[in-house]
């Protein structure tokens, strides 16, 4: 299928990835191989597949039949030339960072990124000899000045998780150009529906295919999209460090992504009205979420997304024990450390986002104890809002 925008986007939610391929026995959809191997009656066409030469599968650590299905619709979706999968949303972005860095090179990136991310960057690369220099995610003069100064990579993550904060991806992509650094952006929370970042100047797009493109906490995958060029290179690197997606996990991000528009839609609409009306609720502090004209890049996110989303976060007040008093009285939301699913899920970063991090980390980040990270699911709305409402009453 074109990778044009001339087509919408549920259309490419559904069909995306799927003509190109033949179907097994005139199926309508796409099967789950889940065959390790493949085999071939003559040497010269088994030799020309695993050159590339033709096209074919030759072992599942490599390609998939069902994982290419499922990449070919994500590439559609980011109107990229080609991506590539693998086992964890941590594994595609450890994967893409090692491919491109080299001890002696420079990555510059922001301080409230998601704790995993968090982490590599603060304990993995430096001892690799990568200096990591992490801006303060608002400030995007400084974020031009430390890019100036040269780097290999500058990566990107907006909305930020758990902060929800924005980052201007097309202004950012410009100074990275300027020094020939590699712009690497997570757009998970914002999914291909709301943002596509390799529209905007990013090199590279990734998302942990857990969240929103799979849609309903059954399945765990990554995904990196980009040119030819870049994916082939992270490719050759999940291929031999073996991060690879499974087959049936592919099926149900395949599965889940033909209602992707329909969900993001409604998780956008919900997002924004729980966040209008939580910022009237007098036992709530601070709002999260860049719908809201309050926040300080609203105009960034209106420019650059088409939906703001289904992630929100507040602080209410007491903080952290307040927090531990109302979350357990929501009927209508799970208390656990995942998103983007069609039920509502939320937690505090202490226990999700940034569990691997301590307290002073978390500080360091801009990330309070007391702040709540809320996804919203696509049940009816006034049910979310009279959930929240009865209680933050316990307050």
């Given at each position: 299928?074109?990778?044009?925008?001339?087509?919408?986007?549920?259309?490419?939610?559904?069909?995306g990835?799927e003509?190109?391929?033949?179907l097994?026995?005139?199926?309508?959809?796409?099967?789950?191989?889940?065959?390790?191997?493949?085999?071939?009656?003559?040497?010269n066409?088994?030799?020309?597949?695993a050159?590339?030469?033709?096209p074919?599968?030759i072992?599942?650590?490599?390609?998939?039949?069902?994982?290419?299905?499922?990449?070919?619709?994500?590439?559609?979706?980011?109107?990229?030339e080609?991506?590539?999968?693998?086992?964890?949303?941590?594994?595609?972005?450890?994967?893409?960072?090692?491919?491109?860095?080299?001890?002696?090179?420079?990555?510059?990136s922001?301080?409230?990124?998601?704790?995993?991310?968090?982490?590599?960057f603060?304990?993995?690369?430096?001892?690799?000899?990568?200096?990591?220099?992490?801006?303060?995610?608002?400030?995007?003069?400084?974020?031009?000045?430390?890019?100036?100064?040269?780097?290999?990579?500058?990566?990107?993550?907006?909305?930020?998780?758990?902060?929800?904060?924005?980052?201007?991806?097309?202004?950012?992509?410009?100074?990275?150009?300027?020094?020939?650094?590699?712009?690497?952006?997570?757009?998970?929370?914002?999914?291909?529906?709301?943002?596509?970042?390799?529209?905007?100047?990013?090199?590279?797009?990734?998302?942990s295919?857990?969240?929103?493109?799979?849609?309903?906490?059954?399945?765990?995958?990554?995904v990196i999209?980009?040119?030819k060029?870049?994916?082939k290179?992270?490719?050759?690197?999940?291929?031999?460090?073996?991060?690879?997606?499974?087959?049936?996990?592919?099926?149900?991000f395949?599965?889940g992504?033909?209602?992707?528009?329909?969900?993001?839609?409604?998780?956008?609409?919900?997002?924004?009205?729980?966040?209008?009306?939580?910022d009237?609720?007098?036992?709530v502090?601070?709002?999260?979420?860049?719908?809201?004209?309050s926040?300080?890049?609203?105009?960034?996110a209106k420019?650059?997304m088409?939906?703001?989303?289904?992630?929100?976060?507040?602080?209410?007040?007491?903080g952290?024990?307040a927090?531990?008093?109302?979350?357990?009285?929501?009927?209508?939301?799970?208390m656990?450390?995942n998103?983007?699913?069609?039920?509502?899920?939320?937690?505090p970063p202490?226990?999700t986002?940034?569990?691997?991090?301590?307290a002073?980390?978390?500080?360091?980040?801009?990330i309070?104890?007391?702040?709540?990270?809320?996804?919203?699911g696509?049940?009816?709305?006034d049910?979310?809002?009279?959930?929240?409402?009865?209680?933050?009453a316990h307050?």
């Amino acid at each position: 299928m074109s990778n044009k925008k001339t087509v919408g986007k549920s259309t490419l939610s559904i069909w995306g990835g799927e003509q190109e391929h033949e179907l097994y026995e005139r199926s309508t959809q796409v099967p789950v191989v889940h065959s390790v191997s493949f085999g071939y009656k003559d040497i010269n066409t088994w030799q020309n597949v695993a050159l590339e030469k033709e096209p074919g599968h030759i072992y599942s650590r490599n390609t998939n039949p069902t994982v290419r299905a499922f990449e070919d619709k994500v590439k559609e979706l980011e109107y990229a030339e080609a991506a590539t999968s693998f086992a964890t949303g941590m594994a595609a972005i450890s994967n893409c960072l090692a491919t491109f860095l080299k001890p002696g090179d420079r990555v510059v990136s922001i301080k409230d990124s998601y704790g995993g991310t968090n982490k590599i960057f603060n304990d993995f690369l430096p001892p690799l000899n990568i200096d990591v220099t992490l801006c303060e995610t608002s400030d995007f003069e400084q974020m031009e000045l430390e890019i100036g100064k040269g780097c290999a990579i500058v990566y990107l993550e907006t909305p930020t998780n758990p902060t929800i904060k924005i980052l201007d991806i097309k202004r950012l992509s410009i100074a990275a150009k300027k020094v020939n650094a590699l712009v690497v952006v997570d757009n998970t929370f914002a999914t291909p529906i709301n943002q596509n970042p390799l529209q905007l100047g990013a090199d590279i797009v990734l998302h942990s295919a857990s969240k929103y493109l799979g849609g309903h906490a059954d399945a765990l995958g990554g995904v990196i999209c980009g040119s030819k060029e870049l994916v082939k290179q992270v490719y050759h690197y999940r291929e031999i460090n073996g991060a690879t997606l499974s087959p049936m996990d592919a099926y149900s991000f395949i599965r889940g992504m033909k209602t992707l528009k329909l969900r993001v839609e409604r998780q956008n609409d919900n997002a924004m009205a729980v966040a209008r009306w939580l910022d009237k609720h007098p036992q709530v502090e601070q709002v999260n979420y860049p719908g809201l004209e309050s926040h300080l890049h609203h105009d960034v996110a209106k420019e650059q997304m088409s939906g703001f989303g289904g992630m929100l976060s507040f602080s209410v007040k007491g903080g952290l024990e307040a927090i531990k008093t109302f979350l357990p009285k929501l009927q209508y939301a799970h208390m656990a450390a995942n998103l983007g699913c069609v039920e509502t899920v939320v937690g505090p970063p202490v226990t999700t986002s940034h569990v691997e991090c301590s307290a002073d980390e978390r500080a360091a980040a801009g990330i309070p104890e007391g702040l709540v990270r809320y996804s919203a699911g696509i049940e009816d709305i006034d049910d979310l809002i009279a959930d929240l409402e009865q209680a933050l009453a316990h307050l």
